[in-house]
């Protein structure tokens, strides 16, 4: 498969308001559920070899805001691990394209990471800096991944390209 893939179509999903959490709950019952989310910046990425990420670049860290009581937020207080779904809205089967990911969420206390993932979800929604109480009757959750598949039926029917191991 050509690796043709270019940094700033996966920046440009990123900047995609809302990703899909699917979960999985303590008795096995699937749940899905939208949020903001807002992705640490991305460096240059050399897609040309294998199609994995090299070793010395970090993956995306995408931070969004829950309440831990939320279906989601007890599925992940049981299972940390979940798959993630970004997409542009289209109306088009040749126009569908977006990312699917699966990884580790994890609670952010308030400190250093904390803060940058607050500025990073400012800078995307600002309307959240009025927002302060809401906020903080709220929880930050940071979603490493571990393995990406962009999809994009631009490029052909049924393109895909997947990344795994950072």
């Not at 805001?65 to 979940?82: K, L, T, Y």
């Not at 699917?100 to 250093?112: D, N, W």
């Not at 500025?119 to 109480?133: D, G, I």
């Amino acid at each position: 498969m050509e690796r043709d893939v270019r940094i700033d179509e996966l920046v440009e999903l990123l900047a995609v308001s809302t990703m899909t959490l699917a979960t999985t709950s303590a008795d096995g019952q699937p749940h899905a559920a939208p949020v903001y989310f807002a992705a640490s910046s991305l460096s240059s990425i050399d897609f040309s070899s294998s199609g994995e990420f090299p070793p010395h670049w970090e993956a995306p860290v995408l931070y969004f805001f829950s309440d831990p009581q939320s279906q989601h937020g007890q599925d992940i207080a049981s299972n940390p691990r979940i798959g993630i779904a970004i997409y542009p809205p289209c109306y088009d089967w040749q126009d569908i394209r977006g990312l699917q990911m699966r990884g580790v969420v994890k609670i952010i206390e308030k400190g250093a990471e904390w803060e940058r993932g607050w500025v990073l979800y400012q800078a995307k929604f600002p309307f959240t800096s009025s927002l302060k109480e809401i906020v903080a009757r709220n929880t930050m959750y940071s979603f490493l991944p571990s393995w990406l598949r962009m999809v994009d039926n631009r490029k052909g029917f049924g393109f895909k390209q997947e990344w795994e191991h950072w």
